[in-house]
């Protein structure tokens, strides 16, 4: 095995890469602690086995456009996005993506680099709505005088 084998077979975020076509191609074992699907139940899927069916259709127009232009638009940007377990539980995960690309510029894949951000996604929304909350409170002391 290969240094950069040993290295995506030993990392602890889970490393995916889907063919121009959207094929599970490499899932290592961080993915499969993730996610809940084997190496093998992975390889040869479509992405939407880890997407709610929700976004599916949003996801497949900017990944057939990825594919088309060569480009993303999201370069070193940490993405957070709800993802789908095997046992069909929802939950939320960060993560960056990058192009695997052939010298001649021609896109041989697209990777990704995820993690549980579950915790973090909850904390900020309940923030968020407590914000909301005050806000609202703060509005209506404001009227009452």
Known sequence: ???YERVVRGAADAIVLASPDGKIELW???????FGFTEAEALGQPLDIVIPEKYRERHWAGFRE??????THY???????????KD???FSIAFTVGLLQKTD??????????????????THKALRDRVK???QALEGAKAKR
Request: proline share 4%.
């Open 1 to 3: 095995m290969s240094m």
């Open 105 to 122: 510029g021609q896109v041989e894949g697209i990777f990704a680099v995820m993690r549980d951000d579950t915790e973090a996604f909850n």
């Open 66 to 71: 990825v594919m088309r232009t060569g480009k």
């Open 133 to 135: 909350e005050l806000e």
């Open 75 to 85: 370069g070193d940007q940490v993405l957070r996005v709800p993802a789908l377990r």
């Open 88 to 90: 069909g539980s929802r």
């Open 28 to 34: 290592n074992p961080a993915a499969e602690r993730l």
